[in-house]
């Protein structure tokens, strides 16, 4: 069985998408699927996810160990079967170097998947405090298990 491709998108890499990264890994434990992230800049590339999204996922037992990468559209619009980005900002970024629409059906919001919280976005908590980390770790785990439970369901 061939596994299922998924790429989390947020802007610079180092908070929501390897926090996106790091819970499905763990949610996902067994069921064939490859997980990525990426920013949409390149302000961090190389860098390991922010000191304190790992210590808040830490605390989750999630272990982000990623390196920030940019979003490339000439590789990651086919290496992946899903990407999805964590704001509207994200995903119209995408959408804007998906010049020829070849990739539209592949592009979704995280939230999208949510089954039980009610937000519009998972928000960038990098310029607040603790609280913000926490918010963004909530809404992540459920998405990503909505969206285990989408996969699952074929």
Do not use: W
């Not at 302000?43 to 990468?69: T, W």
């Not at 804007?96 to 937000?119: A, T």
Request: glycine share 8%.
């Amino acid at each position: 069985m061939k596994p299922t491709k998924i790429l989390f998108v947020c802007l610079g890499n180092i908070c929501r998408s390897p926090a996106a990264e790091g819970v499905m890994k763990s949610l996902a434990k067994g069921f064939p699927i490859e997980i990525q992230s990426a920013g949409t800049a390149g302000y961090h590339i190389g860098e390991l996810p922010d000191i304190r999204m790992r210590s808040h996922s830490h605390k989750r037992g999630y272990e982000l160990v990623s390196r920030a990468q940019q979003f490339d559209p000439l590789i990651h619009f086919e290496m992946f079967d899903h990407i999805i980005a964590m704001d509207g900002n994200n995903l119209r970024d995408l959408k804007s170097m998906d010049q020829h629409k070849k990739y539209q059906h592949k592009l979704s919001l995280m939230i999208d998947y949510s089954q039980i919280m009610n937000v519009k976005e998972v928000p960038d908590p990098y310029y607040g405090g603790p609280a913000g980390f926490e918010h963004v770790l909530d809404i992540l785990e459920d998405a990503c298990a909505g969206l285990l439970k989408k996969l699952k369901a074929g």
